[in-house]
């Protein structure tokens, strides 16, 4: 017994000591990653996405504008001054953030919090300015928020637009027809993974708007712990935009029980799923949505969560953008044409796709993203090549 | 369809044996910022909350309340005031909805000045006037910052047929009215859109529009700091 109590008091201090080692490692692999010319953001993404993330705000402050594939000119750019008077936006932005206060560290300062509020209100304006395309909604100010107290004010208004005009884009339209659209791939998931949870759901017929905040804030409305928030901003700016989605369908899969245990009425449904539980496994959990991405990529439900709207467009094929040289009116301009030609995805290198079975092929993504903690050493290799071609895969269909 | 949720099982209750806890479903409605999170949470936590956040959608709330020995569970939805949510994402929860409750900002004309397109809003999801409805101009603890004027509220309430109270979520106790037995103004608001939907008969509860056999008149009282509950109290069935 004394033995088995030795074992087991010295196992955590392996796993801590491992963890430390495993941390030293992954920071000099960022490093690397970083140093390398071209910067190899593939290695950076996969950081990004595996146990973790990002680790470090001051290592967030270097990939992120990587994972968004940000011209470095950019990044010291002084951010213009904005006019408040006459701004059609200014009221709604200032009773948003007037109200965020908890998205501040507990302990901050009230001088500093309403400085950094300040920013976030000139930031907020400062890229709906430029973009008038763009609009505001309420919940947009939490994203900006993250990214203000992760990076400061000057990088986190190029970062913003960049993801303005791209990840959020739809949620800026102005109607959020596009919103309820990617709302729409929620059921799909949860149906494939377990059908009872959907087909409660259904009968419940509680929607999908208990999720509305999840997707068009990234969770940072309905997350109380900052670090939670930042771990997965490092996991969504490394993927694919609908992964919140995906994030969203595991959050609602991780509670089946409760689901199934509820009665099976809108309200009480509702209220269930809206109220995210705050000690949830986010390791796990990110890893699943990353899996469920793979094995059941947006394409192929697209036509289901089209067949909840009349519209079909799935409007994201925005994405590859962040890992080629592609300039954001050439995608935009595209997927304008996409939306007139077929929903279908087209961006994907037809060769690969065709030529490797489907198993290998789920094998192959499920390493590129990342995911190669369950799948042991045998895969590193793999890993390691299929890393080589990851921009050229349909990793991200 | 619509009628499946637990409203069918208000109006159906002669095959469910065990009398069920009633439900009634009240949505609330108004721009952003005039205090809609305000006024449910006071109702429902019975506080003013400290940090409120927009909401983005529609929270949910409820409270369980006893009116003439019977227990009545009161359900709040408390929606979004951004116009981009109103269309496509708060549409759902207009369904099986039995009294709105419509909200504006003594301290914010454009907030008054959106009530008739709320109350168009709520026309589409077929809840015109035989649904209970009530007006509910809120802040009224700001006394220095007034720009709707009770006269002129009182007038758009009675043209659309609707009891007009003013009110604070914030401090509604302090509005004068020396009635301290309601002392919290905000609960005898919505405990009197209880009582109405309670005078109702079940059926008309869940029923659409045509069922109802009662156009309900409502007398419009006006609030002069006292008990608002005075316009319904004389016309209800
Ligand atoms: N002085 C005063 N302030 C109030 C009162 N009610 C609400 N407020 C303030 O008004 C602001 C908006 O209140 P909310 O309840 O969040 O407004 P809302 O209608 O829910 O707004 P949305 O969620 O954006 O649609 C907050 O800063 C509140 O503190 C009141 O009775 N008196
Ligand atoms: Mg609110």
Redesign the interface.
Known sequence: MSTARIDRASSPMNGRQDGETRRKRKIADITQALNVDPVDVATLRRMAISEGGLLTDEIRCQVWPRLLNIPPHLLDQEPEKVERDNNKDYNQVLLDVQRSLRRFPPGMPDEQREGLQEELIDIILRVLQRNPQLHYYQGYHDIVVTFLLVVGERLATVLVEKLSTHHLRDFMDPTMDNTKHILNYLMPIIERVNPEVQDFMQQAEVGTVFALSWLITWFGHVLSDFRHVVRLYDFFLACHPLMPIYFAAVIVLHREEEVLDCECDMAMVHHLLSQIPQDLPYETLISRAGDLFVQFPPSELAREAAAHESMATSTFKDFELASTQQRPDIVLRRRRRQKQASPESSTLSPVMTVAQPSTARRFVRLAVMGLTVALGAAALAVVNTALEWAPKLDLFP | M?E???SAELSGSLTLPPPRTR?F?IIVIGD??VGKTCLTYRFCAGKFPE??????????R?RLVEIDGEKIKI?LWDT?G?E??R????Q??YRNVHAVVFVYDVTNAASFRSLPAWIEECKQHALGTEVPRILVGNKCDLQDSVQVGTDVAQQFADAHSMPLFETSAKSPNSLGDGNYRNSDHVEAIFMTVAHKLKSQKPLVLSQPPEGSGGTVILSGGRNDGGDGGKGWSCSSC
Do not use: L, N, P
């Open positions: 619509a499946s949720g637990s439900i479903k952003s910022g940090k409120t956040e927009a909401t983005i959608g529609v929270d949910f409820e359900q979004a951004q981009r949510f269309k496509s994402m708060v759902h929860y």
